[in-house]
């Protein structure tokens, strides 16, 4: 008997499993164009916009029939993506005021209809009102079958027409000049994202549908810049945190499936947004730091430069209380680099005394020579004064990569001194 019982169950959280991860992941996939194009919001208020066509298609047809849910929820996202779309174009009400609008209104007329439901003699109502948090682990195997070939069919329109729907996100201007029906192509991405909510309120709900849709692919954005790979990306993310959120809604007793799928989504996303290694907080952090000690290492070796070019003598011993005729340094702040300055074989030292390596001597002889350079092209292409260009070059002098430079050197015509007529000096 137990184990009947145990294979019931197994059985049951394996269907859920793969039902809930199918419309997770049609629901990335199709979110991932809704994302690029900025329209989460639109997403959000199509999901709320389905619950009176939903309710409006049971009362029809007196009972949960999936296909009439389904006809239901289409026909209302439909109508609330149209109704948005016209008092953009045709009112004075902004974007975010006509979604808010259609979404408020929809939404309570879908409220008002399940409570209109909930009083009925018909028993068939009971569990409908789960539309609003999810019911995927109440949905029967026929259900989740026909939410599942749907789902699969909604990945592979998107697939079918990926080049085109790449083309219509990022440029429909260059994609009309191609001839592309450019209409048609919006219609069909705009049905494909109305059917994607509508499968995924299966799995989360009306409430937290925006989140099924726009997560995984805001989550996939930290780790790549490429479509094709934030759009698989987002798949995994979506498909993992399905399977883990039906997991955990089966394992504890009481636990809703939807909200968990949501909140696994969402520590994946802030995990993203933390840890990702180009564009997370961590890395952007390191990254400016990293950029902060190389403008201070820079800005050290270029007062050592000046202070022995002041006394004609580059390769002197200087002390570091010699630099304040050139440049003020905080102790602590000079410390760090010169340390950093003497592990890289920048500087030597002896005693108190610091002097240029020959490496140092170079790097120090290329800030001071793009710090020049830059200043010499403000002043003669673009007619600055000699007074007004010191502080753009402090800034230019870090970032001109090697090729600009070269440019510099071609463009000004190799100059041998600056606009204060200080040298510029080039490599030994």
Same mark, same amino acid.
């Given at each position: 008997?137990?184990?009947?019982?145990?294979?019931?169950?197994?059985?049951?959280?394996?269907?859920?499993?793969?039902?809930?991860?199918?419309?997770?992941?049609?629901?990335?996939?199709?979110?991932?164009?809704?994302?690029?194009?900025?329209?989460?919001?639109?997403?959000?208020?199509?999901?709320?916009?389905?619950?009176?066509?939903?309710?409006?298609?049971?009362?029809?047809?007196?009972?949960?029939?999936?296909?009439?849910?389904?006809?239901?929820?289409?026909?209302?996202?439909?109508?609330?993506?149209?109704?948005?779309?016209?008092?953009?174009?045709?009112?004075?009400?902004?974007?975010?005021?006509?979604?808010?609008?259609?979404?408020?209104?929809?939404?309570?007329?879908?409220?008002?209809?399940?409570?209109?439901?909930?009083?009925?003699?018909?028993?068939?109502?009971?569990?409908?009102?789960?539309?609003?948090?999810?019911?995927?682990?109440?949905?029967?195997?026929?259900?989740?079958?026909?939410?599942?070939?749907?789902?699969?069919?909604?990945?592979?329109?998107?697939?079918?027409?990926?080049?085109?729907?790449?083309?219509?996100?990022?440029?429909?201007?260059?994609?009309?000049?191609?001839?592309?029906?450019?209409?048609?192509?919006?219609?069909?991405?705009?049905?494909?994202?109305?059917?994607?909510?509508?499968?995924?309120?299966?799995?989360?709900?009306?409430?937290?549908?925006?989140?099924?849709?726009?997560?995984?692919?805001?989550?996939?954005?930290?780790?790549?810049?490429?479509?094709?790979?934030?759009?698989?990306?987002?798949?995994?993310?979506?498909?993992?945190?399905?399977?883990?959120?039906?997991?955990?809604?089966?394992?504890?007793?009481?636990?809703? /499936?939807?909200?968990? @799928?949501?909140?696994?989504?969402?520590?994946?996303? *802030? =995990?993203?947004? $933390?840890?990702? &290694?180009? #564009?997370?907080?961590?890395?952007?952090?390191?990254?400016?730091?990293?950029?902060?000690?190389?403008?201070?290492?820079?800005?050290?070796?270029?007062?050592?430069?000046?202070?022995?070019?002041?006394?004609?003598?580059?390769?002197?011993?200087?002390?570091?209380?010699?630099?304040?005729?050139?440049?003020?340094?905080?102790?602590?702040?000079?410390?760090?680099?010169?340390?950093?300055?003497?592990?890289?074989?920048?500087?030597?030292?002896?005693?108190?005394?610091?002097?240029?390596?020959?490496?140092?001597?170079?790097?120090?002889?290329?800030?001071?020579?793009?710090?020049?350079?830059?200043?010499?092209?403000?002043?003669?292409?673009?007619?600055?004064?000699?007074?007004?260009?010191?502080?753009?070059?402090? /800034?230019?002098?870090? @970032?001109?990569?090697?090729?600009?430079?070269?440019? *510099? =050197?071609?463009? $000004?015509?190799? &100059?041998? #001194?600056?606009?204060?007529?200080?040298?510029?000096?080039?490599?030994?």
């Amino acid at each position: 008997m137990q184990q009947a019982s145990s294979w019931i169950v197994d059985s049951s959280l394996i269907l859920v499993a793969a039902g809930t991860f199918l419309l997770a992941v049609s629901a990335a996939v199709v979110g991932s164009f809704t994302f690029l194009q900025k329209r989460s919001l639109v997403g959000d208020a199509v999901a709320h916009s389905i619950l009176p066509g939903v309710a409006a298609a049971f009362l029809f047809s007196g009972n949960k029939d999936p296909w009439w849910l389904m006809l239901g929820a289409l026909l209302s996202g439909w109508l609330s993506l149209s109704l948005m779309d016209f008092l953009s174009r045709k009112t004075k009400l902004s974007q975010d005021t006509a979604i808010a609008t259609v979404l408020s209104v929809f939404f309570g007329v879908g409220i008002l209809l399940l409570t209109y439901i909930q009083h009925l003699e018909s028993g068939n109502q009971s569990g409908l009102d789960q539309f609003l948090f999810g019911q995927a682990a109440a949905m029967k195997s026929r259900e989740l079958w026909i939410y599942g070939g749907l789902a699969v069919v909604l990945i592979v329109c998107t697939l079918v027409f990926f080049k085109e729907f790449k083309l219509l996100s990022f440029n429909p201007d260059f994609a009309q000049s191609l001839g592309l029906p450019v209409r048609g192509l919006r219609i069909l991405m705009n049905s494909l994202m109305v059917l994607a909510i509508a499968l995924g309120i299966q799995a989360v709900g009306v409430v937290l549908m925006a989140a099924l849709l726009i997560t995984p692919s805001a989550a996939a954005r930290n780790f790549t810049d490429r479509l094709k790979a934030m759009i698989i990306i987002a798949a995994l993310i979506a498909g993992f945190s399905a399977l883990l959120g039906s997991a955990i809604s089966f394992s504890a007793k009481g636990m809703p /499936t939807g909200p968990w @799928i949501v909140m696994c989504l969402s520590i994946i996303a *802030l =995990l993203s947004l $933390l840890l990702a &290694p180009k #564009k997370g907080m961590l890395a952007r952090m390191l990254l400016q730091r990293r950029h902060q000690e190389k403008i201070n290492d820079e800005n050290l070796l270029k007062a050592f430069y000046h202070y022995g070019e002041r006394h004609a003598n580059l390769a002197q011993w200087i002390h570091l209380n010699d630099l304040a005729e050139v440049r003020d340094f905080a102790e602590e702040d000079q410390s760090k680099v010169l340390r950093r300055l003497i592990h890289k074989g920048h500087l030597l030292r002896k005693g108190e005394a610091f002097q240029f390596s020959r490496a140092g001597l170079d790097e120090a002889r290329r800030v001071v020579r793009l710090h020049r350079l830059w200043e010499m092209y403000l002043s003669q292409r673009l007619r600055l004064k000699s007074d007004h260009i010191h502080p753009n070059a402090e /800034t230019m002098e870090h @970032i001109i990569s090697p090729e600009i430079e070269a440019q *510099l =050197l071609e463009e $000004l015509d190799y &100059p041998d #001194k600056d606009p204060h007529q200080s040298p510029i000096p080039y490599r030994s």
